[in-house]
């Protein structure tokens, strides 16, 4: 089998397309959350530290001189970002714990027996009728 027909019966099962459907969708909802941390979380917890934006938070390394920018450390943004990771982390744990509940429910509801097939049925007439 050559390479290309291989990477063809790779690329085209239905696990490959699944997976980047994931990635695609996983990548909007890192957008949503980023939005919903920077637009909605962070405001009131600024505020409540008494109007600090995490992310304006950086050191000064190198003053902006004639010719060159300034220099900083912007650990504010990286904060941003650990919050961030951590609602998105959170909000796949839920995500995950929900469906995991959902299949372990599936698997607990009990069955009902199959019925007997009509041989079986026949079978047991006849077994019956011989007893008596």
């Known amino acids: 089998m ?6 063809k019966d790779f690329a085209v099962k239905g696990n490959v397309v699944d997976m980047a459907v ?5 990548a909007a ?13 962070m405001p009131p917890i600024g505020l409540a530290l008494g109007g600090v934006d995490f992310t304006d938070l950086a050191v000064t390394l190198q003053a902006a001189s004639a010719g060159v920018a300034e220099v900083t450390l912007n650990y ?6 650990i919050i961030d990771f951590t609602i998105v982390a959170f909000a796949i744990f839920i995500a ?3 469906i995991n509940n959902l299949k372990k429910k599936e698997e607990e509801a009990p069955s009902a027996p199959p019925e007997p097939s009509k041989e079986e049925v026949l079978l047991t007439e006849i077994r019956d009728l011989l007893k008596k």
Do not use: P
């Open 29 to 41: 909802f890192g957008k949503i959350v980023s939005s919903f941390v920077a637009d909605v979380i």
């Open 76 to 81: 504010g943004k990286f904060i941003q970002t």
């Open 96 to 98: 995950v714990k929900f």
């Open 2 to 7: 050559g390479m290309m027909s291989e990477f």
């Open 22 to 26: 994931g990635i695609i969708v996983g």
